[in-house]
Each structure stands twice: as C-alpha cells, then as structure tokens.
C-alpha cells in the first residue's frame, strides 16, 4: 500500500488530466532533443511506456509527424489500482525538415523509451570541392 504524503498532489493530477488529455484530435506534446552528428540530423524523443506498435512516424514532404499512444496497462479481475500518476493517452510532434535532409531514408530506433530518428543530410547539400576550368583565361565555376 502506498502512502500519500501531498494532499495536492492527487488533485493536481485530476486537474492536469482534465485541461490537457491526449486525445488524437488534440495529443499532448512530448519531449524531444535534436542535434546534428556528422552526416545525419538526430531527433530523440521521450517515449517510456510506450509500445513500439504504438508509435506512428510520417513524412510528408518536409513535415514529420511523430504520434504515439500511452495505453492502460491490462490489468487483471482482483487488481484494484492505488495510484495512477503515469499519463496515458496520445502524445505528437510534429517538426520541419529542412530541404537538405533526405527524408527517402529516415533510420528509425526505439530503445529504452526513446525513439530515434536519424534523418541523412543529403549529398546535395553536403560541401563539395569546385573544380576551376582548364583555360587558365577562362575561370569559371562548375557546380
């Protein structure tokens, strides 16, 4: 048995579920870090409790859409729930993705309740040498 020590606590809660549930027209946001490291764009979303079928990834154009669903756990006929303070619910995120990521070849993770997306910079946008033509009169730039 757990032993409640806020009063508060449990009304702040009731309060926090009823202004802002996840719902699919309406999903509560969820924690991200985005970072480049070498070649690739990684986007790392907060995710536990989560199954990974739960978990929706779209890219339409440059927009990606993250949408994933916290659901009850199954609970058994002679369990009776004590404390309930783990939000349950759908959770989305949605980000633009720059022109020069390549969007075809999105690597997607999920581990320890974190999914990660690692996102290609594409070789169009990727620093590249400009050769000088041989004439030496004539320097003009090749791209």
Do not use: C, H
Not at 111 to 116: E, M, N, S, W
């Amino acid at each position: 048995m757990l032993m409640r020590t806020d009063p508060f606590r449990e009304l702040d809660r009731i309060t926090d579920q009823l202004l802002r549930p996840g719902t699919w027209s309406r999903p509560s946001a969820m924690p991200m870090d985005a970072y480049r490291e070498g070649d690739e764009y990684v986007v790392a979303f907060d995710l536990p409790g989560v199954s990974p079928d739960a978990i929706d990834i779209d890219v339409e154009r440059n927009m990606l859409t993250v949408k994933a669903e916290r659901r009850p756990a199954v609970n058994a006929d002679n369990v009776q729930m004590e404390l309930s303070e783990r939000p349950l619910g759908v959770f989305s995120r949605q980000i633009v993705l720059a022109d020069a990521l390549d969007t075809e070849r999105i690597d997607a993770d999920y581990d320890a309740g974190v999914l990660t997306l690692r996102i290609p910079i594409a070789e169009r946008a990727k620093p590249r040498k400009i050769a000088i033509g041989g004439d030496s009169r004539r320097k003009q730039i090749k791209g």
